[in-house]
């Protein structure tokens, strides 16, 4: 058989559920499929293909899945930093964002962005933004895997200003984009319970029902929207949700900081998802998401970076680590998130949290070809006993060599295939003056 693509000479991590780890690692893929990924001495005989990449010793490991992040908001990067969650978002981004997003801006924004993750190791992300469409647009032309949501609130917003047709907008939009793309999977965004209604959160929950996709929401961030939630409903964030009828295994609840043992029961009966977004929580002063007991209580789990106006960046390598690091150091246990769990929960389990567990976040056959090398000649890789450690404690971006996104090579040593980095950036040092004043 002629493949189109083999990837050899490389350390294999699948991250499948077994961890399995093959020091002389191959991959063969065909249409953008993994046909084989293993050992070497058990590869196809007689393989060909029409391109063979060498990893030079380095590390094979799937694409990291960013489990939740707003890609436009790169153009707000560092403009309102140090200030409490509350202050941040009403006082600044609101207002920020009624100014100057627009289709166009939504567009740079998005570009820098997925340039950014894919230099970074990022081959597929979970997004919520308004005027989601230039957003789509605008990812599917850099090959980036995604799912995409309109955002809902109950108020006049970018591209809707009467709210009464918030949920329409966010149903149009992904009506529009499912099936339009393999690559982009619609889905719909709710704010919050705090900026949307309990009828917006229904309608929007039996609108994504109906339509089969994810439903995404803010919930549980900080300690103010605990006590505002238990002032107003006597019920805690999840608690709340959960009455409303609209946690299942297509929910997906962004940050689940202030949760107790109760929340978490109900999150693994009903099989809802949490993306924890470890830096921008910490940023905010908002807390720390208990993920080993989320794990231990069989919440499904993923991460990501958030967006980066308040991350403030998409390095899911730095995301990973820190996360891994500071349980450990919550819970006095260096046991704590080991490095195999921690790659885990940053590229197969973001991929099932959002919905597409068959389609990536590890190296096995039948799964689309999402693949990362990490160069490992470099001093901060030097040397290397055991890979997963390296990748979680000692990798960064700068690491990252080569991307595949389905089979289609995004970067190639190091440099974007088919992104004018440069032009991106000056696009958006123009913008930043006219935001910053």
């Not at 077994?18 to 084989?36: K, N, P």
């Not at 905010?284 to 970076?305: D, E, K, M, Q, W």
Request: glycine content about 10%; some cysteine.
């Amino acid at each position: 058989m002629t493949y189109d693509l083999i990837i050899e000479n490389g350390i294999l991590l699948t991250v499948d559920a077994d961890s399995h780890i093959y020091e002389d690692g191959l991959i063969c893929v065909a249409g953008g499929e993994i046909m084989f990924a293993g050992p070497r001495e058990k590869a196809p005989e007689g393989k060909d293909a029409r391109q063979v990449l060498d990893a030079g010793g380095g590390i094979i490991m799937p694409g990291l899945v960013n489990s939740h992040t707003h890609v436009p908001m790169s153009i707000f990067r560092g403009l309102a930093d140090d200030l409490p969650l509350e202050t941040w978002l009403n006082e600044h981004i609101f207002p920020a964002e009624a100014a100057h997003i627009n289709p166009q801006t939504v567009r740079i924004g998005t570009l820098l962005s997925c340039a950014e993750m894919l230099l970074s190791g990022t081959t597929c992300f979970c997004d919520g933004y308004f005027y989601e469409d230039a957003v789509a647009q605008a990812a599917s032309e850099t090959g980036l895997r995604a799912v995409l949501a309109h955002g809902i609130i109950d108020f006049p917003a970018p591209g809707v200003p009467d709210p009464s047709q918030n949920v329409q907008a966010s149903v149009s939009y992904a009506k529009e984009w499912k099936g339009k793309t393999p690559l982009i999977t619609p889905s719909i965004f709710c704010h919050s319970a705090y900026t949307c209604s309990a009828e917006t959160i229904q309608n929007a929950k039996k609108e994504a029902a109906a339509l089969g996709v994810l439903l995404q929401i803010h919930a549980a961030e900080s300690k103010f929207e605990h006590t505002q939630s238990m002032e107003r409903h006597g019920l805690s964030p999840v608690q709340y949700l959960d009455g409303l009828g609209v946690l299942d295994q297509n929910t997906l609840l962004v940050h689940g900081v202030w949760v107790d043992d109760k929340d978490m029961e109900i999150l693994s009966q009903k099989k809802a998802a949490v993306s924890v977004t470890t830096h921008s929580e910490m940023k905010l002063a908002s807390g720390v998401a208990p993920i080993p007991a989320y794990l231990r209580a069989g919440v499904r789990v993923g991460l990501g970076t958030d967006g980066p106006a308040s991350n403030n960046n998409h390095d899911m390598f730095g995301e990973t680590g820190l996360t891994a690091k500071i349980h450990k150091a919550l819970d006095l246990d260096p046991t704590e998130l080991d490095a195999a769990t921690a790659i885990a929960l940053a590229s197969r389990m973001s991929a099932d949290a959002i919905g597409l567990g068959a389609v990536t976040g590890s190296l096995e056959k039948g799964k689309r070809a999402d693949i990362i090398v990490i160069d490992l000649n470099a001093p901060n890789m030097t040397p290397m006993y055991h890979p997963d450690s390296a990748v979680v404690y000692a990798a960064s971006a700068d690491n990252v060599k080569h991307v595949f996104v389905d089979g289609r090579q995004l970067v190639e040593d190091g440099r974007l295939t088919g992104m004018d980095i440069g032009q991106i950036m000056h696009e958006v040092r123009g913008l930043a003056k006219i935001i910053g004043g």
